[in-house]
């Protein structure tokens, strides 16, 4: 799934990232690679969602979160 | 004399190194871009205990990649000789994040020092470090500090001069529990960082061949990691054409991913309490980034600081024009007395004290609102808003990033448009810098206080709101249009840090606060004082000398050939036409020149008030024409020094006179409408 259709308090694992090589690079300077455990914190919205990630949150736009593709971590982690 | 200690101070955006920097510098520091790229680079000096230390502030970047601006200019300055210790400033109160540069610039192979900033914080929230384990771990030494509270700060120089000249590191070994390495070579008794068995055997083949290709090469680690990573730079600098099964595609992820597994390893060792504030920080957010009330609490709190700004603003305001009142009075009747002759006199008190006093007795106003700006972006909400005004901002073609710009923007437009700098693509920034001088910024206050007080007497403060929503929605039009007329789909992607929110500190309230005022009062003993002498010799001059009637002056015969342009928006008035002309200079001059060119004293107070819409009254200027010069005050050709930020930022001489051209055209047409409008009622 992507990450855009998680849903809120839950983590994830990033399985894949399908962006344009810059933006992939700045998201894993930020520690976001395939393996990284996130956190969504609010997708409530339409467009951008907040997310927490290697310590720190983030607000993250529609169209990055749409090309994540990640898959739920065991619930017990 | 000994040598200077070059020292580079580099860290994480929001992770206080300015505030560090600055405690180390004071206001003695040069601020210049860095050769080639609108970065900015700061300059200063400090001694400790007889050396001398020269301190550059490096950009707030998140790691040492080559992909941005930033990171670049960063790289190249600490690789270079220009740096000889590294001060790593890291918040104590987010390691997690901030460790990973701290990884990279270990791996440099340059002394690096750390200075956990924000020591205070971490107390604060019950949060302890053990501040043995970790230099230990790192193998550098570790500084506690706090920039806020000025503590640690010499004993960072002291670790600085010390460890000057160790270019390696003593590795300090340290256990890693299970994770016993196999590998030949037990790399744990020379780097901290090690990476795993695989890798390090990669590392290992790459440093030889470097060795034998680059015998002088200075850290063939580092080059060996970057070469692994593909990064471009070092690969095209140092080919390695006999590698290619080794370096078979790029380990950046591998790498990366294992950098953040030491760090989660340090943090599990050294972090004793865990932070309880976040739960705050996301009780808060709950409500802060609420799909529905985000908005309106957005909103809410913007109202809220404009209503300060004109309540409280205007009280404090009313102690100022008394005052004024008084001097003036008693300068005039000094002057008098001491025989000096009504040339001199009208200079000082018509000239200078009606243009430089009028413009001071706005400081209450402009005071209260860079207060709250203050207030909302050391909280930490300035985040916030992007992500809160990130839908709309994308159905404009626009990042919710480039909102902060604009917030900015009611401040002052100079930083607002630098801020601008924050948006990746070139095409976002011009179109945020285009429309940025469209929010109206504090200098442009004055003007619709005292017209709408004039005009407007029972809805001052509406009409002044007006004036900031006229100006966000023609900003807001005018990137809709753009972005419809490029029809490109956005290419923005928001992406921004949240940081934890904090109570905003006095102190750095009380500095980023002083800053402005000093800026303003600097403006209005310069800019505005010289303005308003050259603006008062133009009205007292003509082409026959001094003059006692303004309407022979050449203020008057300039401004008469502007008349035509300005007659059909409703200002076509030569005294409003030269006020208009020397409010390029800054936008309060409009104010002064309006209390000069009308010989109008103390034009802010109540009777000087009533004289003015008299006189412009007996002109047959009336309330449409006072609404229209507003508009016309709100979105014509920015001053002076926006104009220079401009055009240094777009680094185009025609793009900037295009982007003036187009704002003039745009306040034209507006208040053409509203003047038209206007008159219907």
New interface residues.
């Given amino acids: 799934m992507q990450l855009k259709q998680g849903k809120d308090n839950t983590t994830y694992i990033v399985e894949a990232m399908d ?1 344009e090589l ?2 992939e ?7 976001l ?4 455990r996130i956190t969504i ?2 997708n ?5 969602m ?1 997310v927490k990630f ?11 979160a749409d090309h994540i593709t990640v898959k739920e971590a065991a619930s017990h982690e | 004399m000994s040598k200077t200690i070059n020292v580079g101070f580099i860290g994480n955006p929001n992770c206080g190194k300015t505030t560090l920097f600055n405690a180390f510098t004071g206001a003695n520091l040069k601020v210049a871009n860095w050769p080639g790229v609108t970065v900015e680079k700061k300059e200063g000096y400090t001694t400790y205990e007889g050396e001398q230390f020269k301190l550059v502030d490096l950009p707030g970047i ?2 040492l ?1 080559s ?2 601006m930033e990171e670049k200019v960063s790289r190249e300055c600490i690789m270079s000789d220009e740096i000889d210790v590294i001060v790593d400033v890291v918040d104590a109160s ?4 901030n460790l ?1 540069l701290t990884l990279q610039l270990i791996e440099l192979g340059k002394p690096v020092i750390l200075a956990l900033n924000m020591m205070d914080i971490v107390e604060e929230r019950g949060m302890e470090i053990d501040l043995h384990r970790l230099p230990e771990m790192l193998g550098i030494p570790a500084i506690p500090v706090s920039a806020r509270k000025k503590s640690g700060l010499s004993v960072l120089m002291h670790a600085v001069s010390h460890h000057a000249d160790h270019a390696i590191q003593n590795p300090l070994i340290h256990h890693h529990h299970d994770k016993q390495s196999r590998h030949e070579h037990n790399h744990h008794t020379e780097y901290a960082m090690v990476y795993s068995d695989a890798l390090e055997d990669k590392i290992d083949v790459i440093m030889d061949a470097l060795a034998c290709s680059y015998p002088t090469l200075e850290n063939p680690r580092w080059h060996a990691i970057k070469l692994l990573e593909k990064d471009e730079s070092v690969t095209a600098a140092f080919p390695l054409p006999d590698l290619e099964k080794i370096i078979d595609r790029s380990y ?2 591998e790498i ?2 294992q950098k ?1 597994d030491f760090i989660e390893e340090i ?1 599990q060792e050294i972090l004793v309490n865990k932070s309880e504030k976040e739960a705050f ?2 009780k808060l ?2 409500f802060l ?3 529905i009330w985000g908005l309106p609490l957005f909103l809410g709190i913007m109202a809220l600081v404009f209503l300060l700004t004109f309540t409280v603003g205007d009280w404090l305001k009313g102690y100022f024009e008394i005052f004024l009142e008084s001097f003036s009075a008693a300068v005039t009747s000094g002057l008098t007395s001491l025989h000096v002759g009504d040339m001199m006199i009208s200079l000082v008190v018509d000239g200078i004290i009606s243009g430089v006093g009028g413009i001071l007795t706005f400081l209450p106003n402009i005071f209260i609102l860079f207060l709250a700006l203050a207030f909302l972006e050391d909280s930490g909400y300035m ?2 808003v ?2 809160v005004m ?2 709309i901002m ?1 159905h404009l073609g626009l ?2 990033r480039a909102f902060i710009p604009l917030l900015l923007g009611f401040g002052c437009s100079v930083p607002a448009v630098m801020a601008s700098r924050a948006l ?1 693509h070139r095409k976002d920034r011009l179109k945020t810098i285009l429309i940025t001088p469209f929010m109206s910024c504090s200098a442009r206050l004055p003007i619709y206080v005292l017209f709408s007080q004039m005009f407007f007497p029972k809805h001052a403060m509406l009409v002044s709101y007006s004036m900031y929503l006229l100006g966000i929605i023609v900003a807001i039009t005018t990137a809709f249009v753009l972005s419809k007329l490029d029809g490109s789909k956005a290419e ?9 929110y904090k109570s905003p500190n006095a102190r750095t309230i009380a500095i980023y606060v002083w800053e402005k005022v000093k800026d303003y009062l600097t403006k209005a003993g310069t800019v505005i004082f010289v303005a308003s002498v050259i603006l008062w010799g133009l009205l007292n001059f003509g082409p026959s000398g001094y003059v006692t009637d303004i309407s022979n002056s050449f203020g008057s015969i300039i401004g008469k050939a502007a008349v035509p342009l300005f007659a059909p928006v409703g200002l076509g008035y030569w005294q409003i036409v030269v006020a208009l002309i020397a409010g390029i200079a800054a936008k309060e001059v409009v104010v002064s020149s309006c209390s000069v060119l009308f010989g109008v004293q103390n034009i802010t107070t109540t009777d000087g008030m009533s004289t003015m819409v008299a006189t412009l009254g007996a002109l047959g200027f009336g309330a449409a024409n006072a609404y229209a010069l507003m508009v016309f005050c709100l979105l014509y050709i920015p001053c002076t020094a926006t104009i220079a930020t401009i055009n240094r930022e777009v680094e185009s001489k025609k793009l900037t006179a295009l982007i003036i051209f187009f704002q003039f055209a745009v306040a034209w047409v507006m208040s053409f409408l509203v003047y038209h409008i206007g008159l219907l009622f």
């Fill in positions: 962006l810059p933006l690079r700045r998201l894993e300077a930020l520690g690679t395939p393996g990284t914190l609010n409530q919205k339409r467009g951008s907040t290697r310590g720190t949150r983030f607000a993250v736009g529609k169209r990055i | 998140y790691s990649t992909y941005t987010c390691l997690e994040r990973y950046e992820q990366i991913n953040y943090i920080t996301e957010d709950h980034t609420h799909r985040a916030r992007a992500f990130d839908d994308g990042s919710g990746e923005h992607a928001l992406l921004i840090e949240l940081p934890e």
